[in-house]
C-alpha cells in the first residue's frame, strides 16, 4: 500500500470514530473491519472477526465511561506503509463536566489495513489505572457541578469516589 492510501484509510478510520461519538452508534465503526479482523484490546480482551467486535463496541460506546467521551482524536501518526499500519497516540476526551475542564486519558492504538484500506487488526495499549484515575476526576467534576449520571454516581462511589 503507498502512504496516500494508507493516509486515506487512516482518514476515513478517524471520520468514522468521530461519526460514532455524534451518534453513539458503533455499528458503522464495526463495519470498518474485515470480516475476520481482530481487535485486541488490553483489558477486555481479544475479539475475533467483525460481528463479535461491533456488540462489544456497542456496549463500550452506549456505556459509562465510554457514554461520556466525546472524542478521539490522534496526538500523533505515524505511518509506516511497508507494513500497512499506523501508530498513533489517541486521545480519549470526556464531555464538559460543568466547569470547561478538559479530561482525557491516551493510548497508543496500531492499526493495521489490508491492501485494499480495510481495517483487519487494531491494537490498544493503555494504562487502565490512568483511565480510572481520570473517570474518577472526572465524575468528581461533573458531580460537584449537577452532571454525573446515577451510573456515574455509582462509578465515582466504586472508584473511591
Known sequence: MNENTLQSAFERDLATGEEM???KDG??????FTEDATYSEHAYGEFTGREEIRPWIITTMTSFPGSEMIGF???WSVLDAPTNRVICDIRNIMRDPG???VHEASNIT????????NLIREEDIYNPQKFADMTRDWCRVADAH???SEIGK???AALGG
Open 99 to 101: 466547569d470547561g475542564s
Open 21 to 23: 461519538c455524534e451518534n
Open 154 to 156: 455509582k462509578m465515582l
Open 146 to 148: 449537577g452532571n454525573l
Open 27 to 32: 455499528s458503522a465503526f464495526a463495519d470498518m
Open 110 to 117: 496500531i492499526l493495521t489495513f489490508d491492501d485494499e484500506g
Open 73 to 75: 482524536p490522534p496526538a
